[in-house]
């Protein structure tokens, strides 16, 4: 799991799991998009274990090392060109990549628009006293991960200047109302039961959430 093009092997998490084996079973197709970096694609072999009958893909721009899933289609694409004219699936898995996305208003459109019946989420969310989608620029430092980055006004007073829109120098920082209300104007709704979050005790800024949405209308 830790090859040349996945990056470094990630801390495989449970609580991802989790939202993929709480999927009702007669779930006939799946997209998890962007599901190689760090695990190769472990979270879609995890898909298509507890979804026995369904189509998997992963979409992906990186290419997958020995070892991805052969239960798995690798569509390598970016998320929006695929997305302009991919067909709908039930289930769309969305692991740690809307923050990295350069609009992720689009983005959600384009996942909500095709997808029919649940979309799973994991990411790091802003504290709830920040309720909005801000652009949070890395440390030009690749050093960066080193300081004690407890508050946004930390972050920003220790900012580099990044010339570019890569995920290498920039992140979207997101509070729950902002996603939650977000897919709520495309017609999705949280599951309450699905709702897990964790709080890294070494940053206060932010903590990691999950949960499954579902159509508004679906019973």
């Known amino acids: 799991m830790n090859g040349t093009n996945t990056g470094p092997a990630c801390r495989i ?18 997209r998890d998009l962007g599901g190689i970096w760090g695990v190769n694609g472990h979270y879609s072999k995890v898909l298509a274990e507890h979804l026995s009958e369904a189509d998997v893909e992963l979409v992906d721009t990186a290419t997958p090392d020995e070892g991805f899933p052969d239960t798995v289609a690798h569509i390598k694409s970016r998320f929006e060109d695929y997305l302009s004219h991919a067909p709908s699936v ?5 692991f740690d990549v809307i923050l990295h996305q350069t609009c992720p ?3 959600l459109k384009q996942v909500t628009d095709t997808t029919e019946h649940r979309i799973l989420i994991a ?7 920040n309720p909005v989608c801000m652009n949070l620029q890395f440390l030009s430092d690749p050093e960066w991960r080193h300081y004690q ?23 979207w920082g997101q509070s729950l109302t902002w996603l939650t209300y977000t897919l709520k104007g495309f017609g ?3 599951e309450p039961d699905s709702i897990m979050a964790r709080q890294d005790p070494s940053i206060t800024y932010f903590y990691h959430w999950y949960a499954t949405f579902k159509p508004r209308d679906e019973r």
């Open 13 to 30: 998490d449970a609580s991802k799991e989790r939202l993929i084996t709480g999927l009702p079973t007669d779930m006939y197709s799946a």
């Open 90 to 94: 039930d289930v769309s898995v969305l």
């Open 105 to 107: 208003v689009h983005f």
């Open 123 to 129: 990411q790091p969310l802003l504290a709830e006293a």
């Open 149 to 171: 980055l407890d508050s946004l006004d930390r972050w920003s007073r220790l900012n580099g200047r990044p010339s570019l829109w890569t995920t290498g120098a920039w992140a």
């Open 188 to 190: 999705w709704v949280v």
